[in-house]
């Protein structure tokens, strides 16, 4: 229905439904666990898999799947999963992928906790990883692909210092290996980046931040692309090869491009059982509408926000994707109309810096967030980055005074003010 339009159109209307009972324009919130069947032969042949219709709302919510099939339109995908959380996104994702023995590639540039995940849980459930630098060339990427290897992994705009992958240079290795490309797209958002345009498989969101972009809902979502050649790669992905049980066709047979998706709704989903709630889903809904206008402002309020605070005497460093840190080719190509909100500064003062700096605040929350309207502030490596030490902490460029920002949709020069008064404080 919404092919060929804009983005600013689809973000309102891909995947909407009218409620057949009562007209409802607006997307109702089906709180219901399941759905009645016609008939014992109907329940049979929901369980079977050989129905469309819905069975039961941990896995398949009418409210759900129009916010996953809205994301999944704005992404260019063709199927969309909400889970609880993005934190549940990145493991169900990788759970419809690997299992112990398998291996995943990523860069070394990675939300903390997404590293978090794969060096504890993932690690202990017998999965391996690696981590290559960003900046790895093409050749020693597919060099460093094992038989066993299951994904590719990588944040489009990594959080928190905005470092971007070369998603193009990572589609390429994924098409020479059949290993599929995930890529973690919440920094950028559909609007400012869309990783399956550069080859990536699967896209995956913390809905909690942009997305939503009103701070209230957590939740996360996993967009399948559908053009990744899983029949290439069935020797890596046996599972959606496989008939099922009862002699029903394969995932791949019943699902084509879209098997991935299904694969994961129907058991992966199904077995873990990370639940969307659908007022969640609702609450996503509303925030998806705006998502073009809200990011057109983000990434101007961000703007205003690096150009004020680059001078200033008190810091050393202000982060932002292509402003001076030599990354101004990539972002032009993979983001041409901005590159989202998260300002990270490094504060010359250091962590006592820090301190008076976020203490001054007054606008601003101190607050462990990204993609909200209120701008917030964290000194990440007491609070996110607080478990490691102080070299890994380094290696990862979290000096002892960065403090990330992430900049909402206030009034420009109000946010502005309040940061340079906090700094006043700060002896440089
Ligand atoms: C916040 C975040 C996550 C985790 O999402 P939750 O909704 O908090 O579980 C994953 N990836 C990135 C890049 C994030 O910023």
């Given amino acids: 229905m919404t092919a060929g339009l804009g983005f600013a159109t689809r973000q309102i209307h891909a995947g909407a439904i009218v409620d057949a009972e009562a007209g409802a324009r607006v997307t109702p919130i089906y709180q219901s666990a399941g759905y009645v069947f016609d008939s014992f032969d109907d329940g049979v042949e929901r369980f079977a898999g050989r129905s469309r219709r819905r069975a039961y709302s941990r896995n398949d919510n009418p409210t759900n799947v129009v916010a996953g099939s809205r994301i999944a339109d704005l992404e260019g995908g063709v199927d969309g999963v909400l889970v609880a959380s993005g934190q549940a996104a990145i493991a169900m994702a990788l759970a419809a992928l690997a299992q112990a023995g398998d291996h995943i590639l990523t860069t070394d540039r990675l939300y903390e906790g997404t590293r978090e995940m794969l060096r504890g849980a993932l690690r202990r459930q017998g999965l391996e990883f690696e981590a290559l630098p960003i900046e790895t060339d093409e050749d020693a990427w597919v060099a460093a692909v094992r038989p066993q290897t299951r994904a590719i992994y990588a944040e489009s705009i990594a959080n928190p210092l905005g470092e971007v992958a070369d998603l193009a240079l990572l589609g390429r290795v994924s098409a020479r290996t059949g290993v599929p490309l995930v890529v973690d797209n919440?920094?950028?958002?559909?609007?400012?980046?869309?990783?399956?345009?550069?080859?990536?498989?699967?896209?995956?969101?913390?809905?909690?931040?942009?997305?939503?972009?009103?701070?209230?809902?957590?939740?996360?979502?996993?967009?399948?692309?559908?053009?990744?050649?899983?029949?290439?790669?069935?020797?890596?992905?046996?599972?959606?090869?496989?008939?099922?049980?009862?002699?029903?066709?394969?995932?791949?047979?019943?699902?084509?491009?879209?098997?991935?998706?299904?694969?994961l709704r129907a058991v992966v989903v199904l077995e873990h059982g990370p639940s969307f709630p659908p007022t969640s889903a609702f609450l996503l809904l509303h925030g998806i509408e705006t998502l073009s206008l809200r990011m057109e402002r983000h990434v101007a309020n961000a703007l205003a926000v690096a150009d004020a605070l680059r001078a200033h005497p008190a810091i050393s460093r202000v982060h932002y994707p292509g402003a001076g840190d030599g990354q101004e080719a990539i972002v032009a190509r993979l983001l041409p109309d901005g590159a989202?909100?998260?300002?990270?500064?490094?504060?010359?003062?250091?962590?006592?810096?820090?301190?008076?700096?976020?203490?001054?605040?007054?606008?601003?929350?101190?607050?462990?967030?990204?993609?909200d309207v209120r701008t917030l502030a964290i000194h990440t490596g007491s609070t996110i980055h607080g478990k490691l030490d102080e070299q890994e902490r380094l290696d990862l460029g979290i000096t002892p005074g960065l403090v990330r920002i992430s900049v909402g949709l206030e009034q420009a020069d109000d946010i502005v003010a309040d940061l340079l008064r906090a700094l006043d404080g700060v002896s440089p």
Wanted: glycine share 14%.
């Fill in 340 to 371: 989202g909100s998260i300002v990270s500064i490094d504060l010359a003062g250091g962590r006592d810096a820090a301190r008076t700096f976020l203490d001054r605040l007054r606008l601003i929350s101190q607050m462990t967030h990204i993609g």
């Fill in 186 to 263: 919440t920094v950028a958002t559909p609007y400012l980046c869309r990783p399956f345009e550069h080859g990536a498989a699967i896209v995956i969101h913390s809905t909690s931040k942009w997305l939503s972009g009103h701070g209230s809902v957590i939740g996360g979502a996993i967009v399948d692309g559908g053009t990744f050649d899983w029949g290439a790669a069935a020797a890596r992905f046996p599972h959606l090869h496989e008939r099922r049980p009862g002699g029903v066709a394969s995932f791949v047979e019943r699902c084509g491009p879209a098997a991935y998706a299904a694969y």
